[in-house]
Nanobody, 121 residues
Framework: VQLQASGGGLVQAGGSLRLSCAAS????????VGWFRQAPGKEREFVAA????????YYADSVKGRFTISRDNAKNTVYLQMNSLKPEDTAVYYC???????????????WGQGTQVTVSS
């Protein structure tokens, strides 16, 4: 499985962005997919994840109620809709695929490259 993240950019506080994680590989639908982020000088942190079926979702407390993760297995794509963005959401966002389900402690099988999200105040 290869993952390609896109959709990052510069947005003002209160704005919205939608990130996409497009996957190649016929087995993508068997993987849960998560988003992580890393801000300058900080460790990578979990943001959100979705099970292989889409039936279960997981969110970090810092993004609950603002971010929504979804997936379209027919398009091999996972989305992260980010609303009410804050300057502290500024980071490089990475998508990741895993067969495990114990997000955020799951062992990641595949990482995508990052996409930069910058929220100005």
């Amino acid at each position: 499985v290869q993952l390609q993240a896109s959709g990052g950019g510069l947005v003002q506080a209160g704005g919205s962005l939608r990130l996409s994680c497009a996957a190649s590989g016929r087995s993508f639908s068997y993987y849960g997919v998560g988003w992580f982020r890393q801000a300058p000088g900080k460790e990578r942190e979990f943001v959100a994840a979705i099970s292989w079926s889409g039936g279960s979702t997981y969110y970090a407390d810092s993004v609950k109620g603002r971010f929504t993760i979804s997936r379209d297995n027919a398009k091999n794509t996972v989305y992260l809709q980010m609303n009410s963005l804050k300057p502290e959401d500024t980071a490089v966002y990475y998508c990741a695929a895993a067969k495990g389900s114990n997000w955020p402690y799951v062992e990641v099988d595949y990482w995508g490259q990052g996409t930069q999200v910058t929220v100005s105040s």
